[in-house]
């Protein structure tokens, strides 16, 4: 009977575990019958801004990843400070050149006019994310949605926990593998850099004084020499050019396409952490995999990881409150 002894309590703790996971669960068309039209709103407001901004398709699929990361996704990243000194992850030096948040709003408000304190800021989101891939070329796919809003923000949890440009594979695993994502995961969704651009500063050390030698050979080692001249010519090590904006993917970078792959595999990823991806045997196996792949192939990759890292922390059922506006708690 010893084994029945076992059984019991790991037969409850599983009850338990199952209770909790299907209390978390999103469910794609959430909105169905308290909001039909919210996924119609949000797409065509969306299509509206891509068509006058296309450049913030980047920033605004950004915005969705550096929320899921700190606590969830909850919209923790939207949250305005509440005082200078208690700044909110929107204000922590990860997130300050983020952009977007204007628009983010104005769905939002579009959202409260037609169904009243019933869409998430998170979901809203979410579901901003799919569309700007969907616009730019990429794959559409469901989302599930039924996340509800964090009431907490706090910005050096930005600051510790937000994947760094500059960060090692080993950090990036780990950080990915925190939030319960793999390194599958890790890679295919690093290939949303497919789209958008980059600053300056954010790659510099690469292209000058890598180690400190401060000659002119002295750049990353796993940078490709002919890239870092190209580079060179688009950012000087001045003030002037460390927020000068370069195309992350050049010649695509408004084309949701696995291309980034193929940057990455000749030692032409932007930042560290993109070239960090060819250090570890099972990251480099998927770079190389998804260089080569079909774009249907690296479309369903890139939908499954987006739905895995859209389910990180979510609060659901009466956890949290659907904000009535997303820079500000109830
Ligand atoms: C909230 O933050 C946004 C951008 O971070 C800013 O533009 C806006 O003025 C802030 N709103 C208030 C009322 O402080
Ligand atoms: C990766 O970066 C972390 C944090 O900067 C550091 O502690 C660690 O030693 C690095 N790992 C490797 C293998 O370089
Ligand atoms: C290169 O970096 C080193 C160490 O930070 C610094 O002392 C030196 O002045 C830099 N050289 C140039 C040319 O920027």
């Known amino acids: 009977m010893a084994s029945s002894k076992v059984f019991l309590p790991l037969s409850i703790a599983l009850l338990a575990l199952l209770g909790s996971a299907v209390g978390a ?53 939207l949250l305005n400070s509440t005082s200078k000194s208690n700044p909110a ?87 990915f593998s925190s939030n319960g994502l793999s390194a599958k995961d890790l890679v295919v969704l690093s290939g949303g850099h497919t789209i958008g651009n980059a600053h300056c500063f954010t790659f510099l050390n690469r292209i000058y004084n890598f180690s400190g030698r401060g000659d002119s050979s002295d750049t990353d080692p796993s940078l490709d020499k002919n890239y870092v001249a190209r580079l060179r010519s688009k950012c000087r090590p001045t003030a002037a050019d460390a927020n000068k904006l370069v195309e992350m993917d050049p010649g695509s ?55 895995n890292m859209g389910n990180v922390g979510v609060l659901t059922g009466s956890q949290g409150e659907v904000r009535k506006h997303c820079a500000f708690v109830n």
């Open 25 to 77: 669960q999103l469910q794609v068309g959430f909105y169905a019958k308290t909001c039909p039209n919210a996924e119609t709103i949000i797409r065509e407001e969306i299509t509206r801004v891509m068509k006058v901004a296309p450049p913030l398709g980047g920033p605004l699929l950004r915005i969705f990843f550096h929320d899921c990361f700190i606590r969830g996704c909850d919209a923790s990243l």
């Open 89 to 175: 992850e929107k204000d922590a030096p990860p997130n300050q050149f983020l952009r977007g948040f204007g628009v983010i709003d104005s769905i939002k408000a579009k959202l409260e006019k037609a169904c009243p304190s019933t869409v998430s800021c998170a979901d809203t989101i979410a579901l901003i994310a799919r569309d700007v891939v969907l616009l730019d070329k990429g794959p559409f796919f469901d989302v599930p949605t039924g996340r509800r809003d964090g009431r907490v923000s706090i910005g050096n949890e930005a600051l510790q926990m937000l994947p760094a440009f500059s960060a090692n594979i080993s950090t990036l695993k780990s950080q």
């Open 253 to 307: 970078f408004k084309t949701f396409d696995n291309s980034y792959f193929k940057l990455v595999a000749k030692r032409r990823g932007l930042f560290q952490s993109d070239a960090a991806l060819l250090d570890d045997a099972d990251t480099k196996a998927h770079v190389l995999r998804l260089a080569n792949a079909s774009p249907d192939e690296f479309f369903r990759d890139f939908a499954v990881s987006m739905v």
